[in-house]
DNA sequence: CGACCCATTGAATATAGTCAACCCGGGTGG
DNA sequence: CCACCCGGGTTGACTATATTCAATGGGTCG
């Protein structure tokens, strides 16, 4: 019987390569044990060599640096389907800290499990490996957004971003997103401050791309302007031809 | 026989994991077509599906993104011995561009024989892709220079990186590196106008942490100092114990 | 020689950070 | 119950950082 852990691994692997049946039993039968953690806490922290590999089944996800000033920059935020430490497999001890950003329920699954997968199963291995490849992908972007685009540019890009990933996930409607962060949280990943953040924030509202509601809800009326003015190429989230939203 | 590429690659992996001879014998006979690239050339660019991965030989590569409004992003800059498209085996059509910073010589591998050779050498497969996850540790730490640094800052810690990692390749003297970039070059990966980059290198010069020739030559003093300005901290290049310059 | 690229400079401008304060709502503890 | 605190969103004023524009001088190369 699958979970929805099983169920959300066995779907992403599938996205990228055509399973057998020996290919998609062995993943179900990956013992993944789940766990609850609370809103902003650190799951794994830098320096140390994990065991196991995080799947988040629900919530956010972040992984960040802190500068020797107190400073923190977020890396990368993970959606549901997302394995953020997948690159602990080879890269044994950790080089920045995952933590949750809301509550979330995570799925460990033990390094050897997977190392003993990857050796019989040379397909699976592949997956994964482009699972993590992806993931590298999105750093490229990133890197060219906090290079080159300006701070509204960022924001609008981010959004477009993390809507395209949550959709791909069933995660939205047709033009709004549940996005429990808050401003400061949003400037730790843009790499701006909180001031600047929420002026920004205010500027993608004043040009119609953003609607919020003073909660977690974000409404882009019109993504391809949105799109448009971030210069947005979804090129690089490397999606199947099946990113659509996915009613089951 | 071994060519210098089939060394260099042959070094590279077992760096990473002990091999057997028949994990050897099996580097050893891929197929490796060395050419020669001239300075500026793109190598493949975006939106292709290269069938070739691209082992960097001698010289420098660097990767890049264009934006709408041509300006460019530099996203990394590699080091003989360096594979720095080995994510177009699994992720087939191309984010961004590889190309030559100064004249290279590269050798190119079919796809198919690294995919032939992963399929049978777990152990080989499981290295190239530590390989792409180093990749995404420096793009990560990338991430928070260009987030959290100050342009000094944000040169000085390039500069720690490059030593280091031209160090491991035996590329550099005790204090000294040769760095064939121009400052608009060094501007496009560090996100800064010519004019800022010009007038960064002059704030290190200033402080006694860089010394130039007007040539290519990077002279770094006091290492120590460098790195601690930069907040520097190597760990995430994840470099094995012997990092230390080869001296065959 | 002229064209071009690179390094460099000065001045004006734009962008983002810092400091300080205010409001609001939700929780805590008296 | 209410006073208080705290985190988050917001604002204004000031400062710092980086870009843009324009120009100069030194090489190199056709």
Redesign the pocket.
Known sequence: MLTTAHELLVRKVSSIAALSEAERGVIAELPIQLRDVPRRKDIVTEGETPSHCCLLVSGFLIRYKIMPGGQRQIVNLHVPGDIPDLQSLHLTVMDHHLASLTSANVGMIPHAAIRDMNDRFPVVASALWRVTLIDSAILRERVVSLGQR??SERLAHFLCELFVRLRAVGQTDEKTMLLQM???EMADAL??????M??T??DLRARGLVVTDGGSKFLLPNRDKLASFAGFNPLYLHLARDDRPKTP
């Open positions: 300006s701070a808050t401003q400061p790499g701006l401050s909180t001031v600047h929420n002026r924030l205010q």
